[in-house]
Every structure is written in C-alpha cells, then in structure tokens.
C-alpha cells in the first residue's frame, strides 16, 4: 500500500507540475481494492449529488457512500453487468427531462461540472442500479402470505385521512367580506364572486383551493372548513392575509382500502423494506471481502471549518 500511494503522489506532482489537475485533487481520500477515491473525484461527485460537507462527520459519510458505489461496481463487472443505448438515455431524460443535450451541458458548464464526469456518473448508476435488482431477484422471494401480513400488520399506514375539497374568496377589508356575503346569500355563483372580488391568486380559479387533509393547510383554515358540511359556506374568518370565506365544495371521508384494492402498493412497500434489509446485509458482507483503507489524515481538506475537524 506505501509504494502504491507513494506513486500515486508522485503522479499527482507531475499531473500539477504539467497543469493538468489541481495538487490537492490528486490527494486519495481513500482506496477500494485498486480504485482510489480522490479529493477531486469526491468533489465532483458532492457537487453531482448536491452535497456541501461542512464536517469531518459529514466527509466520511458521503465517502462511505462512494466506498459501497465502488463495491457495487465491481460486482457488476464480475457479474458481467452491462447497460444499453435505451436504457442509458432513459436515464439521462430521468435527470433532465425537460432539458435538450445542448441545454443541459449549458447548465452543467455553469455548475462547474464537466459533461464527461457527468455521463460517467449516469453511467455508473445505471450499471449499479442493474446490478443490484439483479441480485435482489435472486435473492428476495416473497410469498403471498407475507404481503397480506405485511397489509395487517401496517394497516394504518394504508388508511386514507379524511379530505375536503375548497373554494375560498379573501378580501382586503371586512367591509368587502360582508359585501361579498350579501351576494352569496343571493345564490350567486361561488367561483364567480372569487375570480371578481378574491385579491389572491387562486382567484383565477374561482377560489379552488383542491382537495386537502388536516394539518396540510395553516391552522385558521383547518380549524375551521373540517367543521363544515358538504355545501355549506362559513363566516367571516380573518387571518394575516385578509378576511376569508370559505365553501366547502366535497368532502372525502377517511377510508381504509381492502387489501384487494390496495396489494400491489402493500407488495411494493414490503418489497423496498425487504431489499434494503438485504441490500445492506450484502453490503456488509461485500465490504468484509474488500480491502478498503480510509486516508483519515486527508480528510480535513475537505472540511470547511477546521474546528469540526475532531
């Protein structure tokens, strides 16, 4: 390992010496058997995945992560792993699917991040995530018994909340609020009035506010619309942004589906609970077959504040 680090400095003096790579890129943060994870690759993977590590914590962290991508990979090539042309633009369209090739190397140029060292990332998570489903197919057997124990067992968790569907009008005075009451209680249209006396933007929907549970919405308008009857319409209710009235339009009471109705999304959940079980038990074991060394000592350049540095 010294001789093999030792050529690996000495590579990055002549790469810095030629101006070809930063010095402090070079500098390995750790090893997974031949690979060697530099200061610059966990750059550009950080800035990949959004990351800013701020603490020594933090650093071995998303370095551990990038030590178990690695394993990963070096599965896929035993296993003889390999993604197609489809499948690799089915992924890139996954991660900018609103962006024309031309407009995502614009936006990836002005993040600082090289459209190669990119491609090679979705590269990568394609061959990972290949291989990984590969090995929970073979290695995951659920029976029909488990995900019906699964459904009673974590009922609750497939039980729909109560819903109610609202129209609101706010207005900038009560005086207005009260004006727009005496219309109401005229019959005239709901939507109407919202989209000619709301001051709000929904008002251009007639008030339609959509369908929403209890706690989704701030408390002065829960408190008082999961009160209200189908069709009804409330008082004057004021709040930091206007006075407020609302009409209940629908109400979806709370309902707990039969697991008929509800088995392929009961499979599912038990499916990801049972292979991140595996997963993480195959990554255990994988990492005990490795030979990993972790370089403690360099970690500290990545961290931005030298006190957390522990």
Known sequence: MRSFLAGLLFLAVVLYAAGCVPAQDMIPLASVNKHVITAGEFKLKAKLYGLNAVTKKETIEFLNLLINDYIVLEQAKKMNVAFTKEELRLEIEDFAPDYSSKETRKMLKESGISYGGWLKDIEEKVLRKKTILAVMKDKIKIQPEEVKDYY??????????????????????????????????????????????????????????????????????????????????SGIVKSPYGWHIFLCEDIQEADTPKYDVVKKEVFDRYYEEKKDDYFNSWMKDLRKEAKITVFSDNIGILVSTKEEIK
């Open 152 to 233: 009673w067992s974590n009922i609750v968790d497939f039980r729909t909340q109560k819903r109610v569907r609202i129209r609101q009008i706010v207005t900038d005075s009560e005086e207005k609020a009260k004006e727009v009451q005496q219309h109401i209680m005229r019959n005239e249209p709901f939507d109407k009035l919202a989209m000619k006396y709301s001051v709000t933007s929904d008002s251009k929907i007639g008030g339609d506010l959509g369908y929403f549970s209890e706690g989704d919405m701030p408390a002065f308008i829960s408190d008082v619309v999961f009160q209200m009857k189908k069709g009804s319409v």
